[in-house]
């Protein structure tokens, strides 16, 4: 008799040969969740801890095939997308989402390095919130992406307004970027502000932060949680995750997401 497969998670990312951020933090976040990821790699990069040196995206017609060939093979119970790389991917993954409608979707907007490199242009931007808003699930941006994105909005409240107004289901805005004594992450759907997840401000900064966060609400939609309990739940991770984060490079820390497979003699 088979043994029950783990829900399966398809994810478009980049690759950083670091470890730190792209499709490994997609992988063991997905993982920590139960679930296995399906990855679908959008881009090679040339990175470390401090910064994007390199970017070669990934042909447009290649991302589709790699999704389609698991689409039409495995189950997939939900989307998570990441670095898009160039606006033909976007167009591409637009299709794809529009023939699987019922698929909860996270989307981490990811436009520049955590080194502050730009990994996306103003017309990739405007197909974000064209195509791929209005299927969006969950978009986590942090506050400076939000700003970016509405760029027309005076506040971080104005800014998910328009986000939402694109499409999205939900916003959660982050604000590690601030400069709050802690960090306050913003939900909003239905048109308005739905909660404030308030969480102690750790004193380093993190390689990949946001990849474990979608990820990891990813992972939960496709275990069959609903949204805001698998968005309280993927901040408790998340956190956790970068409370014992390590620094192994010369630039920013890494999450350890496999916090919890310590044993209790690691801890001690």
């Known amino acids: 008799m088979s043994q029950p497969h783990p829900n399966i998670v398809l994810v478009f990312a980049g690759n950083d040969p670091s470890g730190g951020a792209g499709i490994q933090a997609d992988i063991e976040a997905i993982a920590s969740m139960g679930c296995q990821a399906a990855p679908v790699i959008t881009a090679l990069t040339v990175q470390d801890t401090q910064n994007v040196l390199r970017l070669d995206p990934v042909d447009s017609t290649v991302v589709i095939e790699q999704a389609r060939a698991v689409l039409e093979d495995m189950p997939v119970a939900a989307i998570k997308i990441g670095l898009l790389a160039t606006l033909e991917n976007i167009e591409a993954i637009h299709t794809l989402l529009t023939d699987y409608p019922d698929l909860p979707v996270v989307m981490d907007p990811i436009l520049r390095a955590g080194g502050g490199s730009r990994l996306s242009s103003d017309e990739m931007h405007t197909a974000m919130r064209e195509l791929l808003f209005p299927l969006v699930t969950v978009l986590t941006p942090n506050s400076e992406e939000a700003r970016t994105l509405a760029h027309e ?114 801890e001690e």
Do not use: K
Request: aromatic residues 8%; negative net charge; glycine residues 8%.
């Open 153 to 266: 909005a005076d506040t971080l409240d104005a800014c998910a307004q328009e986000l939402l107004s694109d499409g999205c289901e939900l916003v959660l805005i982050t604000g590690t970027h601030e400069s709050t004594e802690t960090v306050d992450n913003r939900l909003y759907g239905n048109s308005r502000h739905l909660d404030t997840f308030s969480w102690e401000r750790l004193p380093h900064s993190y390689h990949g932060s946001g990849c474990t966060l979608a990820s990891a609400i990813a992972g939960l939609l496709a275990q069959g949680l609903e949204p805001f309990t698998a968005i309280h739940e993927a901040q408790e991770y998340t956190w956790e995750a970068l409370r014992n984060g390590y620094r192994i490079g010369m630039g920013q820390h890494h999450p350890n997401r496999l916090f919890w497979a310590r044993s209790d003699e690691d």
